[in-house]
């Protein structure tokens, strides 16, 4: 089994900056993309950013040049990095990922982290 914590999630101002983290532990073998998905009230749950293991990473189009994910494999841990946020921000934000572990080594898994809620407001 593996466990996600987020954490870095908070009350920021327009224009302000958050870093999220979320760190997997369990017996991982090997962990595949990770990917942050955001769920404003009201909506759908969204994918906001996602890296390969290589740490080749994608956006979504409401992000691109203002997000920035980054991850470190001998952690097992992932990052967002939030600038110039601003109140279309404002959700849960929870990370994902596929893992193999030493019970479940194939096919890897998905596990979804809590959540951690971003509200970005004056």
């Known amino acids: 089994q593996v466990q996600l914590v987020e954490s870095g999630g908070g009350l920021v101002q327009p224009g302000g900056s958050l870093r999220l983290s979320c760190a997997a532990s369990?017996?991982?073998?090997?962990?595949?993309?990770m990917s942050w998905y955001r769920q404003a009230p009201g909506k759908q749950r969204e994918l906001v950013a996602s890296?390969?293991?290589?740490?080749?990473?994608t956006y979504a189009d409401s992000v691109k040049g203002r997000f920035s994910i980054s991850r470190d494999n001998a952690k097992n841990t992932v990052y967002l990095q939030m600038d110039s946020l601003n109140a279309d921000d404002t959700a849960v934000y929870y990370c994902?990922?596929?893992?193999?572990?030493?019970?479940?080594?194939?096919?890897?898994?998905?596990?979804w982290g809590r959540g951690t809620q971003v509200a970005v407001s004056s």
């Open positions: 994902f990922m596929r893992a193999a572990t030493r019970t479940s080594p194939f096919p890897p898994r998905e596990y």
């Open positions: 369990g017996s991982i073998l090997t962990i595949g993309a």
């Open positions: 890296i390969t293991f290589n740490s080749d990473a």
